[in-house]
């Protein structure tokens, strides 16, 4: 597989992009942020507008996510531009070790393929695709971060004679702007997708517009989740430290999947245990208990699931305690002045989680206060006696779930 140096591609005339319109715009962009799918779209039919026939143009720029490689922004003339997600692994795969994306971050300062002339050289699989689009001419240059990492962009047209001189220089000379606005744009991507990932949606929203004092926060209702994964001290003294993540992360995406899946959001993981609010939306607290309970059982019936396949591994089942509560939670910044949790607290959690602690004293996999149980929509809920909380005055009546309706592999505490 052969590459080109710069020299061998690009015109040696000094770069001048200071009558491009699409330069001006790369500098100015209107003072206002826009996403790379944006930001590609924009540019290229700007380009389009100078006289550059572009037929496809696609950007690939390394991510940071727990499972995106990086991310594909491919243009097409007629369709515009799209993201395309590419997880961790590909690198190791076909797809990119054939393409001239790997010799790019090899090192190669520039890649070029004529495809008009007498039998041209198809050393790239998606070379083949573009010429049965009527491809004349393909070039792909890297884009450097500052950050050290490198990135790329590749240039396709359909044009007779391929790319001209004036028109490789300009699209030479744009690449340190679109390179800083390409940076730009991903360090927000990186701090939203970070800030996600750790926090959860909206307390990443909520950061994200400033509350991110310690002390800041506000007082909202919402239906409260905590769960806990059963035998988990005995678990971690038995398995390796390897297989104890892998059965924990198998564990908490039966869990925050769930939570996921009904409006949800999981605010952190306490060792093995979870805990995740239903918020409160348009006064309807209702609503926001059937939420958590719909969530909770389709926690159960993906925890069995995952059990079954353990069963088939010879693995034992995975054993759980869900307690939902309703109530005010303070929800804000919790922490000292330069480490700081953004989560909830208040009697309501301390509560929830008393209430989690007697599914394995009963014997039940999921348990609800009578608060929960008089909001939540499912009659099924059954009184199991009034119980002692720690650290609350009154003895509380616990609902749970009649034992025949939950699967037998799930309920054994």
Not at 80 to 95: D, F, K, W, Y
Not at 156 to 163: A, E, I, L, N, V
Not at 267 to 279: C, Q, R
């Amino acid at each position: 597989m052969s590459s080109a140096n710069a020299d061998q591609i690009l015109p040696h005339s000094e770069a001048n992009w200071s009558t491009s319109p699409a330069a001006a715009w790369l500098i100015e962009h209107g003072q206002r942020k826009l996403t790379a799918v944006e930001l590609l779209d924009e540019l290229c039919r700007r380009l389009i507008a100078e006289g550059l026939p572009l037929l496809k143009v696609s950007c690939g720029m390394l991510a940071m996510h727990p499972q995106v490689f990086a991310r594909s922004i491919v243009w097409q003339r007629g369709a515009g531009a799209n993201e395309i997600g590419r997880g961790h692994g590909v690198q190791s795969t076909p797809l990119y070790l054939d393409s001239p994306v790997a010799l790019i971050h090899q090192g190669a300062a520039a890649i070029r393929r004529r495809l008009d002339v007498p039998a041209p050289q198809l050393d790239f699989p998606i070379l083949h695709d573009l010429l049965a689009e009527g491809a004349t001419d393909y070039v792909m240059m890297p884009v450097p971060f500052i950050n050290g990492r490198i990135n790329y962009i590749s240039w396709c047209t359909d044009r007779p004679g391929g790319f001209s001189t004036a028109q490789l220089t300009l699209l030479w000379s744009l690449l340190p702007l679109l390179a800083l606005r390409l940076e730009i744009e991903s360090a927000y991507n990186v701090t939203e997708t970070l800030l996600t990932t750790y926090l959860g949606h909206n307390a990443a929203r909520k950061v994200l517009a400033g509350t991110i004092q310690p002390g800041q926060g506000s007082t909202i209702s919402a239906a409260i989740w905590y769960s806990d994964l059963r035998g988990f001290t005995a678990m971690s003294d038995r398995l390796p430290p390897a297989e104890m993540i892998a059965t924990l992360d198998e564990y908490f995406e039966c869990m925050a999947r769930a939570v996921q899946s009904f409006g949800g959001e999981v605010l952190k993981f306490i060792g093995d245990g979870m805990l995740a609010i239903f918020e409160v939306q348009n006064g309807d607290m209702s609503q926001s208990a059937c939420r958590a309970l719909n969530s909770a059982l389709d926690a159960l019936a993906r925890l069995a699931t995952l059990n079954h396949q353990r069963a088939e591994a010879g693995k034992p089942p995975l054993r759980v305690g869900i307690g939902l509560h309703v109530g005010d939670v303070i929800y804000g910044n919790i922490g000292a002045a330069d480490r700081l949790d953004f989560t909830v607290i208040g009697p309501a959690v301390n509560e929830v989680s008393r209430v989690e602690a007697f599914c394995v004293k009963l014997g039940r996999p999921l348990l609800t206060t009578a608060r929960f149980q008089e909001l939540a929509c499912d009659p099924r809920l059954e009184g199991v006696g009034f119980h002692g909380l720690r650290g609350v005055r009154e003895p509380q009546e616990l609902f749970a779930l009649p034992i025949d309706s939950v699967t037998p592999r799930v309920m054994q505490a």
